[in-house]
């Protein structure tokens, strides 16, 4: 079974600083990881996501991830936030070659000027 | 492409009503899920359809919900007799096939209001 941990429901940062959402995940087989984006009243639009090529992904909005096997986590950073930034976001996990994505409970982006 | 397209947008009923939702995935896809989110919480899987074959219904609540992907494109998600703590969001989303590298592509989803 796989799972996925997001440290911390709400994230607060300052306009122009960096964005860093925390993402640990658990699977029994290598995974494929995935970050969303939710803003509000809307559905889940595809961020990014790793599926055992570069363990650097960069995704859209410039954002980008960071798979570290040994830490087994997928962290989402941006080097600098925009006010546009500002939505839930939720990793998710799903085992290569399996079917279910299993979502974290997301963390909400707050861009404060 | 267009995107995978659902209806109602909104929908408030009184406890033990009926309610039913409705999923267009993108055409071409043959995977479609049905994901309930309450708020404050992550999506969480209800059914997956393989064409119109269940894969995976496990978190299905099967004594009050139920399913159905006809012809393997359309499908209606319904709640009979309704509770309190199916308020949520009911996403739908659709992939091109299981098991393979691809992210899900969501609708906007239905938000349900149990009174």
């Known amino acids: 079974a796989q799972s996925v941990t997001q440290l911390g429901s709400h994230v607060s940062v300052s306009e122009g600083a960096l964005v860093l959402l925390r993402c640990n995940y658990s699977s029994s087989v290598p995974p494929y990881l995935f970050w969303y984006v939710q803003y509000p009243n809307q559905g889940l639009q595809l961020l990014l996501k790793?599926?055992?090529?570069?363990?650097l992904v960069k995704g859209i909005n410039g954002f980008e991830a960071e798979f570290k096997k040994s830490e087994t986590s997928f962290h989402l950073t941006k080097p600098s936030a925009h006010m546009s930034d500002a939505a839930e976001y939720f990793c998710a996990v799903k085992p290569g070659g399996g079917n279910k994505l299993t979502f974290g409970t997301g963390t909400q982006l707050k861009v404060e000027l | 492409e267009a995107g995978v397209a659902q209806s109602p947008r909104y929908k408030i009923i009184e406890k033990r009503q009926s309610v039913a939702f409705w999923c267009n995935p993108i055409?071409?896809?043959?995977?479609l899920y049905w994901y309930q989110q309450i708020l404050g919480q992550g999506p969480k899987l209800l059914i997956q359809?393989?064409?119109?074959?269940?894969?995976?219904d496990s978190q299905l609540p099967k004594d009050r919900f139920s399913a159905e992907r006809l012809k393997g494109v359309d499908s209606t998600l319904k709640i009979q007799p309704a509770k309190l703590e199916d308020s949520a969001v009911y996403l739908c989303a659709s992939s091109p096939a299981p098991g393979l590298d691809y992210g899900y592509t969501f609708g906007s989803g239905t938000r349900l209001t149990v009174v």
């Open positions: 359809f393989q064409n119109n074959g269940v894969v995976d």
């Open positions: 790793y599926t055992s090529a570069a363990t």
């Open positions: 055409s071409g896809h043959a995977t």
